[in-house]
């Protein structure tokens, strides 16, 4: 954490955004960056991620149809409204931190530009960008999941929920990590415009 801050404010200050969209350089160099560019890119990617996100909730209500009928298999309605609160809450975090690894990986896009305009070393550029890739492409994929239960049966029901739980953080692991590589790819690149 602390790595990140001193990164953050190690760019800040090498790096200075004026109010004419210019960006200046330590040495005074000033690069234009093509706003027009910027905008057409983020509409993309904001169409992009309403498909998706229209596309999962379509997969969260055909899911939770086939949770309600598993779930009179339970006598019990505590335990149905149980079950049917830590679906709903497995889900909505998913979603959580679906959103928190974009925006983390959109603002790792946004330092890897500013660091690639301040002369970094081309290859560490090359590899922080597949990093991202790499790491965009798993979130992508996190996204589309629906933690589903499985509900046979009342006695069971303990095993397959923590299951259900326990696939979920594996998964968010595993992207997590795939998001630290590329932050680590970023912040050599920036060493690398230092020197």
């Known amino acids: 954490m602390i790595s990140a801050l001193l990164f953050t404010s190690a760019l800040m200050l090498n790096l200075t955004t004026s109010t ?66 830590i679906y709903t809450n497995q889900n909505n975090l998913n979603e959580h931190f679906v959103e928190k690894y974009n925006k983390t990986l959109k ?33 992508d994929a996190q996204s589309t999941k629906v933690y589903e239960f499985n509900i046979t049966s ?10 259900v739980i326990s696939k979920l953080r594996t998964d968010l692991t595993s992207v997590h990590k795939l998001i630290l590589e590329a932050k680590t790819s970023v912040m050599d690149a920036y060493r690398s415009s230092l020197n």
Request: glycine share 2%; charged share 30%.
């Open 20 to 85: 004419s969209s210019s960006l200046n350089v330590k040495n005074s160099i000033k690069v234009k960056v093509n706003s027009d560019d910027a905008v057409v890119v983020r509409e993309q990617i904001r169409t992009e991620n309403k498909e998706k996100v229209e596309e999962h909730t379509k997969l969260m209500i055909k899911s939770r149809g086939e949770l309600l009928t598993d779930l009179e298999v339970i006598k019990d309605t505590n335990k149905q409204q149980v079950v049917e609160r």
């Open 107 to 139: 603002r790792l896009s946004e330092i890897l530009t500013k660091v690639e305009q301040n002369g970094a070393d081309p290859a560490l550029v090359a590899d922080a960008k597949n990093a991202i890739a790499t790491a965009q492409t798993a979130v």
């Open 154 to 163: 009342e006695n069971n029901l303990g095993q397959t929920i923590s299951a």
